[in-house]
């Protein structure tokens, strides 16, 4: 779909509680793994940004929708699309995936910070490739 990133992951037993079943907060870290990637693929690497030029991500909220299991060996695609992108934070819609079935769905809003957590600019060249990547 235009202007969504899509992130395969397979379920692993780690993953999983003793029934096979995810963990809830496991989500939260599949999430993360898709966001990082999305950025990695718009050419934004965040270890760079906070390197050269003091700023990193911080989630500032998170709504999550749980609607099914993931089970153990699931193969799962995480869409990740930007909502809205402003001088200090980001919002991002992301839905978790079995197939064609829909399983989780985040709400995230990312708030731009400096190396000691106060809210920062986004650098313009972020903004752009961030726009680039997501078709806006």
């Excluded at 699931?74 to 978790?96: A, C, K, P, Y």
Aim: glycine share 4%; charged share 30%.
């Amino acid at each position: 779909m235009k202007g969504t990133h899509s992130f395969p992951i397979r379920i692993y037993y780690e993953d999983t509680d003793a029934a096979g079943v995810v963990y809830h907060s496991n989500y939260l870290k599949f999430a993360e793994r898709a966001r990082t990637e999305a950025l990695r693929l718009s050419g934004i690497d965040q270890s760079d940004l906070m390197r050269e030029h003091k700023i990193g991500f911080a989630v500032r909220r998170v709504e999550v929708d749980f609607l099914k299991p993931a089970m153990l060996d699931d193969l799962l695609t995480i869409e990740t699309r930007l909502d809205d992108i402003s001088r200090v934070s980001l919002t991002m819609h992301q839905v978790i995936r079995r197939g064609d079935t829909v399983l989780v769905k985040l709400n995230v809003k990312l708030a731009i910070v400096d190396e000691k957590m106060k809210l920062a600019k986004l650098p313009e060249f972020v903004k752009k490739a961030m726009l680039k990547l997501f078709n806006q």
